[in-house]
């Protein structure tokens, strides 16, 4: 018989959120109730009758609490195989009841983190009864049923009910399985808390990490690909998987890495001007700054409004009506932005399909944080790139310094550089993008590409002549030959930003003065693979 009867439940619980109608639910069923602490404290307020643990265990609760229900008469009633004859007798002989529900959520350990307590705090928070309960009452699933999320307390009413106060082996088994996932996740911030806050280490000896289930997508990368997605236990930031869907499908797997890196780029501008950035595939195809968001909006699809339709659109600032009609102009898969207005709610409204997602304050880009990465056999992990040079960082390297248009526009494309694939080369003018060229295999072919953009945006918009002519470029890492360089200006660029640090800077120095460049180097790079 796998079904087994709800006799006695031991409740403990953090989070109150439906405790008192599943005490209800249980009493209705005759079953006897144990608890500790707030729990019963909580259910005695409620009207019912709660046995303390104390009771069970013939000890108090003591030391503030840390020891109330490690205890063989709790877990020798968790774990005894009921049918084995010699655990029945230690039962009898010790006289440990059995107990055949358990319903436990941990102390708050990732909200005591978030709010920025005091270690001592934080330490308290750190659950081992409740833990130990969940472990053995899961170990022993085939006789004990376990419930570790208030949202499965509903589900756990209606099994009795079908199974007249019972429940069934499918269940405990899926409940035991969700609780081992609860504690490997709180076990895991616990790690994590202790490594790299509290230790201050970089790269511990053992790495975890976990996160809970968002929702599942559609499917990957391709549709042959599944794929979900999870947000982190200690939350904190605001994100993409954090921001308010207000219309639109479900966002894909791809939509999330585009929006993400469009909102990751456009809080390099937080506090700015209006920004908006364009992006597909995870690269910017047009970025740019204006008096109006409007403004900014027209200036970043010109960069090349081609690769914009069906693209990604993340701003700095609030939506208005404006630009949000303007953007509804081609097909724009996602926009992403800290608010909207009405007009522009309603404007938006009219395109079932575009999904508008408000992300409230943008994300700090000089945050600190890891990376992971899963090759084949193992992850690679690293810190954020999360660098900026200041003005006084900046080395010029060339016989002419930079005007002050010029190290304006070299400071934009660089900072749009760090977000392009590499290898990056970015055109910038009067705070917008002339042209990007992204992931290729070498800088010379990305350079000629991102003027090709550039020329073609000029015919496009009747220009006299491109947008590079007159513009500053940004490499995301040092020029190993001249060649791009030379490329750049050929293109027009008048200035050039880059890290610095080849074999052959004296020569694309030289190139640089030769063709009347303004060049600076930054001493660092900005590879992103």
């Known amino acids: 018989m796998t079904d087994i009867g709800i006799k006695r439940a031991l409740l403990s619980v953090s989070d109150k959120a439906g405790l008192v109608e599943l005490g209800h639910a249980l009493a209705a069923r005759h079953v006897e109730l ?10 005695r307020e409620a009207g019912l009758t709660v046995k303390d643990i104390s009771d069970l265990t013939g000890f108090p609760e003591m030391m503030d609490g840390r020891v109330k229900t490690l205890h063989p008469k709790v877990h020798g009633g968790l774990l005894a195989v009921r049918d084995n004859p010699e655990h029945a007798a230690s039962m009898q002989e010790h006289d440990i009841g059995a107990i055949d ?26 659950d081992i009864g409740g833990p130990s309960m969940v472990r053995s009452a899961a170990k022993n699933h085939d006789y004990v049923t376990i419930v570790t999320d208030p949202a499965d307390y509903d589900t756990l009413i209606a099994e009795m009910e079908e199974s007249n106060g019972a429940t069934t082996l499918p269940f405990r088994r899926a409940m035991a399985a969700k609780a081992y996932a609860a ?13 790299f806050a509290d230790q201050g280490e970089q790269f ?29 236990h200690f939350g904190g930031i605001n994100g993409i998987g954090q921001a308010e869907q207000l219309q639109g499908k479900e966002l894909s797997y791809n939509n999330y890495n585009d929006a993400d890196a469009a909102l990751e780029l456009v809080s390099e501008f937080a506090g700015g001007p209006p920004t908006v950035v364009i992006v597909k595939h995870a690269n910017p195809c047009g970025v740019a700054t204006g008096d109006t968001l409007i403004e900014a909006y027209r200036a970043a699809l010109e960069c090349d409004s081609v690769s914009a339709f069906g693209g990604i ?10 630009t949000a009609e303007a953007m509804t102009e081609i097909f724009t898969e996602v926009v992403a932005a800290p608010g909207a207005d009405d007009a522009a709610r309603a404007i938006f409204a ?21 990376m992971v990465k899963n090759i084949a056999g193992g992850y690679l992990l690293q810190s954020r790139d999360n660098g900026h040079v200041a003005d006084e960082d900046l080395k010029v390297v060339t016989k002419r310094a930079p005007t002050a248009q010029e190290l304006a526009d070299c400071r934009f494309a660089w900072t749009v550089a760090k977000h392009v694939k590499s290898n990056a080369i970015v055109y910038a003018k009067d705070g917008a993008t002339a042209g990007i060229g992204a992931g290729q295999m ?9 003027a090709i953009k550039a020329k073609e945006a000029a015919e496009t918009y009747g220009w006299a002549q491109p947008r590079t002519v007159g513009s500053a470029v940004a490499s995301d890492a040092f020029f190993p030959f001249a060649d791009g360089l030379l490329a750049a200006a050929e293109a027009g660029a008048t200035a050039v930003i880059q890290p610095g640090g080849s074999m052959r800077d004296d020569e694309v120095i030289a190139a640089a003065d030769e063709a009347g460049l303004a060049m600076v180097f930054t001493g660092m790079r900005h590879f992103r693979h």
Do not use: C
């Open 101 to 126: 529900l358990v319903v436990v959520n941990l102390y708050p350990f990732a909200a005591t983190v978030a709010k920025g307590a005091e270690r001592e705090e934080i330490i308290e928070n750190i």
């Open 442 to 450: 070498n800088r010379r072919d990305s350079a000629r590409i991102a």
């Open 313 to 322: 659109v993340a701003v700095n600032r609030p939506l208005d009506g404006p």
């Open 183 to 195: 504690t490997a996740a709180y076990d895991s911030m616990i790690a994590s808390w202790f490594a």
């Open 34 to 43: 144990v608890s500790t602490g707030g729990t019963a404290k909580t259910l």
């Open 350 to 370: 009219k395109k079932k399909n575009l999904r508008l997602l408000i992300t409230g304050e943008l994300p700090d880009a000089k945050r600190p944080g890891m």
């Open 204 to 232: 511990p000896a053992s790495l975890t990490f976990g996160g809970k289930l968002a929702g599942t997508l559609r499917y990957g990368e391709n549709p042959h690909q599944q794929a979900a997605f999870y947000t982190p």
